[in-house]
């Protein structure tokens, strides 16, 4: 493969539909790759705009928007970055002969949750908990009665967690339905009603599918991520995980066929769900996850890396851990534009920790405005550090 210069003839190009922390870190890894750089998003001043050569700022569900900006850049790939972006207009694009990061299916398929499950419990036959698929009180209500209380109810399609409802009687069935579609993504009101399961812990297998030189396909794996998601935003991840090999061999199991199943290039973040002698799959992400921001200090090819190269048509062998290491996110409890962060300096004074702050134009409660990063000897030593850090740095 070529590689020019970018912004002149023969660069190589990548576009992508949302420029959050995450696009950034993939960004910075393309330009180090000479690649040029697009990215789009909802609003302005995105972290990702920060470092890309280009950026343009649209409703990421007008589909004809995001066509006409893809065919005007003529990107080599499109990188979906975030989940709330219309995704009928990229199966347009790559029935087109535009590459999708990893496919333009799995990007469609993994924004819904009923198709989503459908895919992993009846197609590929995964472990899940138990589920039954509703559009309207009455079918919620049988459902909720069938895989007993306490269950979940969880919109069609919404991102982060927003919509789901914690069901622990009859009573609540009415106000948790509406209370779940209120924060669907559209106007469905089709849920996935699921068994409530004891969470010990949860797991991240990022596994990639990229070519090698010759063409072929090949599918790798980190070691999994073991992370805490006290609600639905992820707040720690550390790896090694601290769990039974067993367990992480039955977790990149799972992994393994959820790519293979999908297809495409590009790196999967496949979430999996630890409930006493149970491994449960339970979603995925086709792109880098948040959890995978430890592989920039515990691995020697981040996962942002691993995702551009896979893009591009590039191989990634084997990934090596290179150390233990941990993150904790650094978040905002309030709503401010022009966000300060007070004792940055204090907390780079602890031995082998690094901060990560991604630039948000504005906070919000619970936003995530950036991560502390840490190698140690041990994991346990890497978060005691990542905890300090964090708990050091105050956003105003």
Same mark, same amino acid.
């Given at each position: 493969?070529?590689?020019?210069?970018?912004?002149?003839?023969?660069?190589?190009?990548?576009?992508?539909?949302?420029?959050?922390?995450?696009?950034?870190?993939?960004?910075?890894?393309?330009?180090?790759?000479?690649?040029?750089?697009?990215?789009?998003?909802?609003?302005?001043?995105?972290?990702?705009?920060?470092?890309?050569?280009?950026k343009y700022v649209v409703d990421?569900?007008?589909?004809?928007?995001?066509?006409?900006?893809?065919?005007?850049?003529?990107?080599?790939?499109?990188?979906?970055?975030?989940?709330?972006?219309?995704?009928?207009?990229?199966?347009?694009?790559?029935?087109? =002969?535009?590459?999708?990061?990893?496919?333009?299916?799995?990007?469609? *398929?993994?924004?819904?949750?009923?198709?989503?499950?459908?895919?992993?419990?009846?197609?590929?036959?995964?472990?899940?908990?138990?589920?039954?698929?509703?559009?309207?009180?009455?079918?919620?209500?049988?459902?909720?009665?069938?895989?007993?209380?306490?269950?979940?109810?969880?919109p069609e399609m919404s991102s982060?967690?927003?919509?789901?409802?914690?069901?622990?009687?009859?009573?609540?069935?009415?106000?948790?339905?509406?209370?779940?579609?209120?924060?669907?993504?559209?106007?469905?009101?089709?849920?996935?009603?699921?068994?409530?399961?004891?969470?010990?812990?949860?797991?991240?297998?990022?596994t990639y599918r990229s070519l090698?030189?010759?063409?072929?396909?090949?599918? =790798?794996?980190?070691?999994?991520?073991?992370?805490?998601?006290?609600?639905?935003?992820?707040?720690?991840?550390?790896?090694?995980?601290?769990?039974?090999?067993?367990?992480?061999?039955?977790?990149?199991? #799972?992994?393994?066929?959820?790519?293979?199943?999908?297809? =495409?290039?590009? #790196?999967?973040?496949?979430? #999996?769900? #630890?409930?006493?002698?149970?491994?449960?799959?339970?979603?995925?992400?086709?792109?880098?996850?948040?959890?995978?921001?430890?592989?920039?200090?515990?691995?020697?090819?981040?996962?942002?890396? *691993?995702?551009?190269?896979?893009?591009?048509?590039?191989?990634?062998?084997?990934?090596?851990?290179?150390?233990?290491?941990?993150?904790?996110?650094?978040?905002?409890?309030?709503?401010?534009?022009?966000?300060?962060?007070?004792?940055?300096?204090?907390?780079?004074?602890?031995?082998?920790?690094?901060?990560?702050?991604?630039?948000?134009?504005?906070?919000?409660?619970?936003?995530?405005?950036?991560?502390?990063?840490?190698?140690?000897?041990?994991?346990?030593?890497?978060?005691?550090?990542?905890?300090?850090?964090?708990?050091?740095?105050?956003?105003?």
């Amino acid at each position: 493969m070529n590689i020019g210069s970018p912004l002149l003839e023969g660069s190589k190009k990548l576009l992508w539909l949302g420029g959050g922390e995450l696009g950034k870190e993939m960004v910075i890894e393309a330009q180090r790759l000479g690649v040029e750089t697009v990215v789009v998003d909802r609003y302005d001043l995105a972290p990702a705009m920060h470092v890309a050569h280009r950026k343009y700022v649209v409703d990421m569900l007008d589909g004809n928007a995001i066509k006409a900006i893809v065919r005007r850049e003529n990107p080599d790939a499109i990188i979906a970055e975030i989940e709330a972006i219309n995704t009928d207009s990229l199966v347009e694009l790559e029935d087109d =002969g535009f590459r999708v990061a990893p496919n333009a299916n799995a990007v469609k *398929t993994c924004m819904n949750r009923l198709g989503l499950r459908d895919f992993a419990a009846n197609k590929l036959g995964l472990p899940t908990t138990r589920f039954h698929f509703a559009e309207d009180e009455n079918e919620v209500l049988s459902a909720c009665k069938d895989v007993g209380f306490p269950c979940l109810i969880k919109p069609e399609m919404s991102s982060s967690g927003h919509g789901h409802v914690l069901i622990k009687s009859l009573e609540d069935v009415k106000k948790g339905y509406l209370e779940s579609i209120s924060h669907a993504r559209g106007k469905s009101k089709k849920v996935i009603v699921e068994e409530y399961v004891k969470i010990d812990t949860e797991l991240t297998v990022l596994t990639y599918r990229s070519l090698t030189s010759e063409g072929k396909a090949f599918i =790798g794996q980190y070691e999994p991520i073991e992370h805490r998601r006290p609600s639905y935003y992820y707040v720690e991840s550390w790896q090694p995980s601290t769990v039974k090999q067993e367990v992480l061999e039955r977790a990149k199991e #799972i992994g393994k066929k959820v790519v293979e199943g999908f297809g =495409g290039l590009g #790196i999967y973040g496949v979430e #999996i769900i #630890i409930s006493g002698d149970r491994v449960l799959f339970s979603e995925v992400s086709p792109r880098p996850h948040d959890t995978g921001l430890v592989t920039l200090a515990s691995s020697d090819i981040s996962e942002f890396q *691993t995702h551009v190269r896979s893009a591009l048509g590039l191989h990634t062998p084997n990934i090596k851990l290179v150390s233990p290491a941990a993150s904790h996110v650094i978040l905002a409890e309030n709503s401010k534009w022009a966000p300060r962060f007070q004792n940055v300096d204090k907390a780079l004074e602890i031995p082998n920790v690094q901060v990560r702050l991604f630039g948000k134009p504005s906070t919000y409660p619970k936003r995530r405005m950036g991560v502390i990063i840490s190698t140690a000897e041990t994991v346990g030593e890497a978060l005691e550090k990542v905890r300090k850090a964090s708990a050091l740095i105050v956003v105003n």
